[in-house]
């Protein structure tokens, strides 16, 4: 069993309690999606507090529609310097006065915003930061994880597995592999961007050398690579040509169903 850790995103409230049993793709956390755009006016117009409340040209509970004029800065002799333009449909709520905000309700029916657990298990901690499920479809691993999240077929390159073959790992990564996340024997810089340059998803493997994780940080190579203790190799290679999930954020593997 693995216990997976999920950042509970900034706003989002626990659908979920510690001890539930959750499936995968369940949601977990929700966000309402908010229903009010904030428009500072004395930061759009440079206009001190005291003058705020002279420029505005649209009052509590007046609608406001694309193009209409919400705010006009004028010079001394009375001419036009600025002017704020709504770029949405909505209600005037309030101005405050102490922030200089404009608060308008818009008209659009937001969605609100879900968090979807990855995996099957049990909730073993719940609280405003971080929900920890414990699962048997994931794996989390204390080696090197870079670039971004990814998703694909698990593609074994077989022949990076013989005695020789790690050293010649290269050669047999071909097409067979695009769109694929690629377990290997052996990680190394030239085969990574040679897998990202045939549209590999991803790489899966047991060693990388210290010079080819600084130049491919420093490459910023955006396709996920992972190396993971050899102990996991024959329970991962039992997921060929089934999707996986590579989360580098928490150097996890996601087993799909």
Request: glycine content about 8%; charged content about 25%; overall charge neutral.
């Amino acid at each position: 069993m693995t216990s997976l850790p999920i950042s509970l995103p900034e706003g989002f409230t626990t659908l979920i309690s510690q001890g539930d049993h959750v499936s995968s793709d369940q949601v977990i956390a929700r966000k309402e999606a908010s229903k009010e755009e904030i428009v500072n006016i004395l930061q759009s117009l440079n206009i001190s507090r005291s003058k705020a409340k002279k420029v505005l040209k649209k009052a509590p509970g007046e609608q406001i529609h694309p193009g209409d004029i919400i705010a006009v800065k004028k010079n001394f002799f009375g001419k036009e310097k600025a002017t704020l333009i709504s770029h949405i449909s909505g209600t005037i709520l309030r101005y405050e006065r102490d922030t200089g905000n404009l608060v308008v309700r818009t008209m659009q029916d937001a969605s609100p915003l879900e968090l979807i657990s990855p995996v099957a298990g049990v909730v073993r901690l719940c609280n405003n930061k971080e929900i920890v499920i414990e699962t048997e479809d994931a794996f989390i691993t204390k080696g090197i994880a870079l670039g971004n999240n990814g998703e694909g077929e698990l593609f074994i390159l077989k022949e990076s597995f013989t005695d020789t073959g790690s050293e010649n790992a290269l050669y047999y990564l071909d097409s067979r592999a695009e769109g694929k996340i690629v377990l290997v024997s052996a990680l190394s810089r030239d085969l990574i961007i040679k897998g990202e340059s045939i549209g590999v998803a991803g790489f899966i493997g047991t060693v990388i050398q210290d010079r080819d994780i600084d130049y491919l940080s420093h490459r910023e190579i955006t396709i996920p690579v992972m190396a993971i203790d050899s102990n996991y190799i024959s329970q991962i290679r039992r997921w060929e040509d089934k999707k996986i999930l590579i989360i580098t954020q928490n150097k996890a593997i996601i087993l799909k169903k």
